[in-house]
């Protein structure tokens, strides 16, 4: 019974620490807790059936060089990744997670409403991976969400606008950033050239 009430306590006090580190500096230098991203990434088969390649709807960038990438810049030292990944870009995806110094912990399936394209199988899902750095509390059990987000399909590569909600429910409290962003979320920072 103890441990009930003491933890909710320790949770709350462990996000308002890191809520205040990441509000350290002036508005350019902000950080976030809490990182959103679907990588750019590039496929080595880039053009599907109708002849369509990848790089004719936004840049993409080589596994090697997101790797080098400083997301120290963006993230403070105790921070939670949610990160977009289709089935193919799964094994670098978790070779980006590990390289941004995060440890993969679980993920969630956006179920589309329409089937996409694939090589083996079509593909009517994509996964939004979820890693951690440092130490970072899970979310609140009421705060924890369905595994499985049921969505339509949008413009190529958009991501259904229902996972900001999800993620600001999960941490209602941590600063929120989202890397490679088409738009602007209110109370979030954003980076990427669309915003």
Same mark, same amino acid.
């Not at 949770?11 to 002036?26: C, F, T």
């Not at 110094?101 to 409403?113: E, L």
């Not at 996972?163 to 950033?177: F, H, R, T, W």
């Given at each position: ?19 205040? +580190? $990441?509000?350290?500096? %002036? ?6 807790? !809490? ?7 590039? =496929? ?53 997670? +590990? $390289?941004?110094?995060? %440890? ?6 956006? !179920? ?7 090589? =083996? ?75």
């Amino acid at each position: 019974t103890t441990r009930r009430i003491v933890e909710p306590k320790r949770r709350a006090e462990r996000n308002k620490n890191l809520a205040e +580190e $990441a509000e350290v500096g %002036s508005d350019a230098s902000k950080r976030c807790a !809490v990182l959103l991203t679907d990588p750019p990434w590039r =496929y080595e088969h880039c053009e599907d059936e109708d002849g369509r390649a990848i790089e004719k709807n936004y840049p993409t960038v080589p596994l090697e060089e997101l790797c080098r990438w400083n997301i120290d810049k963006l993230v403070i030292k105790d921070a939670v990744l949610f990160m977009w990944s289709t089935s193919p870009k799964l094994a670098e995806a978790m070779h980006l997670i +590990e $390289a941004w110094g995060f %440890s993969y912990r679980t993920c969630a399936t956006w !179920v589309k409403d329409k089937i996409g394209m694939g090589y =083996y199988f079509r593909q009517r899902h994509e996964l939004l991976l979820v890693a951690t750095r440092g130490k970072v509390p899970t979310p609140a059990p009421a705060d924890r969400p369905d595994s499985v987000i049921e969505a339509k399909r949008g413009k190529h590569s958009a991501k259904p606008d229902i996972v900001y909600g999800i993620i600001e429910g999960m941490y209602p409290d941590l600063p929120k950033g989202e890397l490679f962003a088409r738009k602007r979320r209110p109370g979030w920072l954003a980076w990427g050239n669309e915003v």
